[in-house]
């Protein structure tokens, strides 16, 4: 017998509990709730036990494995967790030195946006998956010298090819100011990395 913890604000047990949604909302709902316990127990079994910690917060600023820790905590041996965090808080959970459960996530689909004041449009539910790890990938938004440096390199390492690989088909130019210029009849095309343009003679 599997135990599940959701640390969840949307309950899969009792759907009908969000009782800011409209009425119309409330089948769409539980037909999404219907989805997910499905799923649940497809995958840890038909008697699978299924606890929830609704509205569940990490502690501003603290740790959110103590957090997570001490929410499943009353429940006893744990096989999964579900839990929706963003991504600073949800990697600590995934480290396997931190010797948590399984962690879980329901991948939804999101309803048409309302307007302000209104209750969200429910979600519908698409498939489970297993979290194994998060990455965040970044860039500087002003580049270093070095890795300005690296692309202009690699740019005029790609355009002195192209300079030497379109004279061989009887086209001529000139690399200038990062790009390869041909002279052509009525103006003269601009070849950069990934673009190519016409410009006109000013006459």
């Known amino acids: 017998m599997n135990t599940i913890v959701r640390l969840t604000r949307h309950s899969v047990v009792n759907p009908q509990a969000q009782t800011n949604a409209f009425p119309g ?19 840890f079994g038909d008697d699978v036990i299924i606890h929830e910690v609704l509205n569940f917060q990490v502690v501003p600023g ?3 494995v103590v957090s997570v820790r001490e929410a499943i905590a009353p429940f006893g041996t744990v096989d999964a967790i579900e839990v929706v965090l ?11 030195k931190m010797g948590l459960p399984m962690v879980i996530r329901a ?3 999101f309803g048409e946006r309302r307007p302000e004041g209104q209750p969200p449009a429910p979600a519908s539910f698409e498939q ?9 990938l970044t860039e500087p938004l002003i580049p270093s010298e ?15 090819q192209l300079s030497k690989d ?18 052509h009849p009525g103006g003269h095309y601009e070849l950069k990395v990934g673009d190519i ?6 006459g």
């Open 166 to 183: 379109l004279s061989m088909v009887g086209y001529f130019g000139q690399v200038k100011d990062g790009m390869f210029i041909i002279a």
């Open 86 to 96: 963003p991504p600073n808080l949800l990697s600590p959970l995934l480290n396997p």
């Open 197 to 202: 343009r016409f410009i006109p003679t000013k």
């Open 62 to 64: 603290g740790d959110p």
């Open 128 to 136: 489970y998956e297993k979290m194994i790890k998060v990455d965040v």
């Open 107 to 109: 991948k939804m689909s």
């Open 25 to 43: 909302d409330v089948e769409k709902m539980q037909a999404s709730a219907a989805k997910q316990l499905a799923e649940l127990r497809k995958v």
């Open 146 to 160: 070095t890795a300005q440096k690296q692309e202009a390199d690699t740019t005029a390492e790609v355009l002195a």
